[in-house]
């Protein structure tokens, strides 16, 4: 069983800039994508930024050239880089790891991380 740690959130103002770090317990080498959702109060979860196994990123249209995604093999841990913070990026974010198996795929989530984004 593999766990995730989120860690990087806080308080930041607007147009600052905050990075998110999620540390995995086991090797992020065999997950097919690894990725970073949020959840703002009263709106559903929705993703952020993803990266697969290749390499290939995804981005949410409101988040395009503000956030980068990334990953270091050998520490185990994905990266949410975030400049141009702006107030409605305030959620809590998490930390996914998906296993694409015949059966369907496996999600294994981070405990969430804060991000307020106020002057």
């Known amino acids: 069983q593999v766990q995730l740690v989120e860690s990087g959130g806080g308080l930041v103002q607007p147009g600052g800039s905050l990075r998110l770090s999620c540390a995995a317990s086991?090797?992020?080498?065999?997950?097919?994508?690894l990725g970073w959702y949020r959840q703002a109060p009263g709106k559903e979860r929705e993703l952020v930024a993803r990266i697969t196994s290749g390499g290939s990123t995804n981005y949410a249209d409101s988040v395009k050239g503000r956030f980068t995604i990334s990953r270091d093999h050998p520490k185990n841990t994905v990266y949410l880089q975030m400049n141009s913070l702006k107030p409605e990026d305030t959620a809590v974010y998490y930390c996914?790891?998906?296993?694409?198996?015949?059966?369907?795929?496996?999600?294994?989530w981070g405990q969430g991380t804060q991000v307020t984004v106020s002057s």
């Open positions: 086991g090797s992020i080498f065999s997950f097919n994508v």
């Open positions: 996914n790891a998906r296993l694409e198996l015949r059966r369907g795929p496996y999600d294994y």
